[in-house]
């Protein structure tokens, strides 16, 4: 039987709305794949995040120091005297070439550096010398101490690890207030023992150690009993404990650089020790601080 005109123009409706629709679709779908990340769109897809700025700045521009008798150069020019121009860490000495010579050159290290050490200086004094140093308003203050808590006249004398990090802490709880975005490197205090071990072997530098030069661990140097033994290793497993204590607290400070245990671990031979007392760095001993210091305050990453 024929279609009706009107059955004829109603199928033809629904075909061209049918058709419009898959069309539609069609498209939709092409716009779908181009943006999948996989697709064959010319989209190029989400954009990488930016990399954000570091914390830590590789150049600071000013430099305080604060710390005990190495950062001081003591022993290093002349006996029993401090000698800051060869300070690993502000010093003037082309030769040893400190960290602020290295970084702000001649002309800066004579501007905006400040060494606020002081010879026998033990971790209870470095408040105040934060007081100070923080005054100066420096990018980067360096930190070398901890080497006097252990070395006392008797081990039952050495600084608890307990009021060890009590100090450390206050000294850096005093820096982030006052001056929240300046940097913080800290040195490990260095093993004692092995300073020992390379001075004993001269006679001079006993008979400098007789004076009173760091009994806990240098008193009676040629002593192997078993008391002499164990007693330069609580002297040895406290430097240990501090150096955990300075790893801790800088580790919770994004702005603090902590050495890794570099200068502990550095295996310093006569050639880097006071020819006066065999147990101070040289000016070889200085530079050599300050090759660790200035390596690990430039590297991008913090050491392990």
Known sequence: ??????SRRSRAAVATATAALLVLLGGLAGCDAGNAPDGGGSSAGPRPAPRPTPVWDRSPASIAAVGDSITRGFDACAVLADCPEVSWATGTDATVRSVALRLLGTAGVAARTWNHAKSGARIAEL???MTRAVADEPELVTVMVGANDACRDDVSHMTSVADFRT??????KKLRKELPTSQLYVSSVPDLKRLWSQGRGNPLGKQIWELGLCQSMLGSPDAMD????ARRESVRDRVVAYNEVLKDVCGKDA???YDGGAVFEYRFTGAQLSPWDWFHPSKN???RLAEIAYRNITAEEPPA
């Open 285 to 287: 001993g200085q530079e």
């Open 167 to 172: 100090y450390f802490e206050t000294s850096v």
């Open 226 to 229: 078993a008391a002499a033994v």
């Open 1 to 6: 039987m024929r279609e009706s005109r009107h």
């Open 255 to 257: 702005r603090c650089r």
């Open 127 to 129: 408040p105040e010398q």
